[in-house]
């Protein structure tokens, strides 16, 4: 009498973090919070300099040049300062430059220079460069390497609360009312409070006690890469004969290019283009704008929407990618990140063709929806680049971090033009980006075995 073959039980998904790290893990996960609201925020400063000191869409595209351009400068020295003085320095020295860019704004708006704002925002980058940079091999290294994925893109989740927080904060703060030219005291008094919190974390942090994280990671296999077998890549390859980690910096690259233009001319779009009363197929994303609009003392009731109803839509947008990031982190856990991946920028092209086409209320749904289908590509992009990399992960990460210098580039010297003609036909622009990050998802992220 035969007997049935037992199925082999389907193989369980490695735990997400240990115990032991829990205290640490809460502290890096915070970065991310932090970091995305000093980003976003540089996208509200955008609209702001443009009216209270007379300049046009494209040099205001200068902030997003600071801003940006910061990440490729700290890039490489703060991935040799983390390997030489630890995760926990590096964090430290982070969050002291974030601080102390903030401080510097305050000077910076009482002469009303934007030449100092722009060298003060540069600084504070300088401290978000430095907590990207060490903070994503940080959390490597807090768990098993086989979840990194999962705690990278829920660390992204967490950043879309930092992200969603710098419009409503900056629209309530700065863009709320009018100004008189030249008038930048909101901005001194917000400056003031993030400075003094972020310097704060970063005393709080240099007293918590580090456990020892895992050993340099030994190399997994993926989900959906079923004919790979683990192997110690990094033992006899350079940093750069890994292609897999170069076509993850060119991706990044493009893929932060991508987002630099999308937000920094979010507001813009809605004030040029968007009648206060929307259609039904709008009608949702409406009312829960005109909610946040309310709950600050807003009425609307302009022919176009005001700077700081645009800056609550631009921050109702950003939820959809903190959604699509909580999201992407349960789904990856069933379906390979790189499908994920190659999924959400053939959607985001789909998005792009509709935005530029200005069809009143459904292209701005879409321009709302590009955030979400944005969500998972900057950490999943991060987490595939560093697969397998062994001793030369720290270095890998600050070149991926290096990449984010597209976002300062793109939206001032290939956007910006088009926008100052057309902010609908410049998101024709982001298609050549999101093309690029297609296909590194569906091909150059493999890793070579040979």
């Not at 940006?68 to 300062?81: D, R, S």
Request: aromatic fraction near 14%; charge should be positive.
């Amino acid at each position: 009498m035969q007997t049935a073959t037992p199925r082999p039980l389907a193989p369980t998904p490695p735990p997400f973090t240990e115990r032991r790290y829990l205290l640490t893990f809460c502290f890096v996960v915070s970065l991310f919070m932090l970091w995305g609201l000093g980003v976003t925020m540089a996208d509200v400063l955008n609209k702001h300099f443009q009216e209270v000191l007379h300049i046009s869409k494209a040099n205001s595209a200068y902030v997003q040049a600071a801003t940006f351009g910061a990440y490729f400068i700290m890039g490489l020295p703060a991935g040799w300062f983390m390997k030489r003085f630890g995760y926990q320095k590096g964090v430290i020295l982070g969050l002291g430059l974030y601080a102390t860019g903030a401080f510097l704004m305050i000077p910076a708006a009482n002469a009303a220079s934007f030449a100092l704002l722009l060298a003060a925002l540069f600084v504070l980058a300088c401290g978000l460069g430095t907590l990207e940079a060490v903070a994503h091999p940080f959390l490597d290294g807090l768990g098993d390497p086989a979840s990194s994925d999962r705690r990278i893109t829920f660390s992204h989740a967490i950043n879309g609360i930092g992200a969603v927080s710098g419009p409503l904060i900056g629209g309530y703060f700065i863009l709320r009312g009018t100004h008189a030219a030249g008038d930048l005291s909101s901005i001194k008094v917000l400056y003031t409070i993030i400075g003094t919190v972020v310097g704060s974390i970063g005393l709080a942090f240099a007293f918590v006690k580090v456990p020892q994280l895992n050993a340099e990671h030994t190399p997994e296999t993926r989900l959906g890469a079923p004919n790979e077998t683990p192997t110690d890549l990094a033992a006899d390859k350079s940093l750069f004969q890994h292609k897999h980690f170069v076509w993850a910096c060119v991706a990044q690259l493009f893929n932060t290019a991508a987002q630099g233009g999308t937000w920094a001319y979010f507001i813009n779009y809605g004030t040029d283009y968007m009648a206060l009363q929307p259609g039904p197929a709008i009608q949702g994303f409406w009312q829960v704008g005109t909610l946040l609009s309310r709950t600050v003392g807003l009425v609307p009731g302009l022919p176009h929407l005001a700077n700081d109803v645009a800056a609550y839509f631009f921050s109702l947008s950003l939820v959809g990618m903190m959604l699509g990031r909580f999201l992407g982190t349960y789904l990856m856990q069933f379906i390979a990140p790189n499908r994920l991946l190659a999924f959400a920028a053939l959607a985001n092209i789909g998005m792009c063709l509709i935005v530029a086409q200005h069809w009143g209320w459904v292209s701005f749904g879409a321009l709302i929806g590009l955030n979400f289908f944005f969500s998972i590509m900057f950490p999943t992009i991060y987490s595939l680049g560093l697969k397998d990399l062994g001793r030369h992960k720290q270095l890998a990460s600050s070149f991926i971090v290096m990449g984010v210098v597209g976002a300062a580039l793109f939206p001032r010297f290939v956007m910006g033009p088009v926008a100052n003609t057309s902010v609908a036909h410049a998101y024709y622009l982001p298609i050549i980006c999101y093309a690029m990050v297609f296909l590194y998802g569906a091909k150059f992220y493999k890793v070579q075995r040979d």
